[in-house]
């Protein structure tokens, strides 16, 4: 199955639990990251399923949805973690006095634009 994943390193226990949640899932039906984007219908690349679960970022709700479904996860439990992550992120954020960090145009569906 590849090399193994480095391990997740997070301050944020969501995300930690949501990256880890999604490694077992995927772990527990023999996949390999190619095989879980075929699963997916190719709507995400085998990278963006793997950075979903690197545990460096909280990724976008319908990736982690794909994730689920493809692996045979629960579809509300994804959802469940994906919340907690996020609201720890956000209740960090708020307690160092600090806004998240806005989406890139790339996490919104557009694309990013760079000055000259």
Do not use: D
């Amino acid at each position: 199955m590849g090399r193994p994943e480095k391990p997740i390193a997070t301050l944020n226990l969501g995300l930690l639990a949501l990256a880890g949640w999604l490694r077992e899932i995927r772990t527990n039906a023999q996949l390999t990251y190619v095989e879980l984007a075929a699963r997916t219908g190719n709507a995400y690349s085998a990278t963006t399923l793997q950075r979903a679960a690197s545990g460096k970022h909280i990724p976008r709700l319908p990736v982690v949805e794909a994730y689920a479904v493809a692996c045979g996860g629960s579809l509300e439990q994804a959802r469940r973690r994906w919340r907690h992550g996020r609201a720890v992120e956000h209740s960090a954020a708020l307690a160092f006095g600090s806004a998240a960090p806005a989406p890139t145009g790339r996490e919104r569906g557009g694309t990013t634009c760079r000055s000259a």
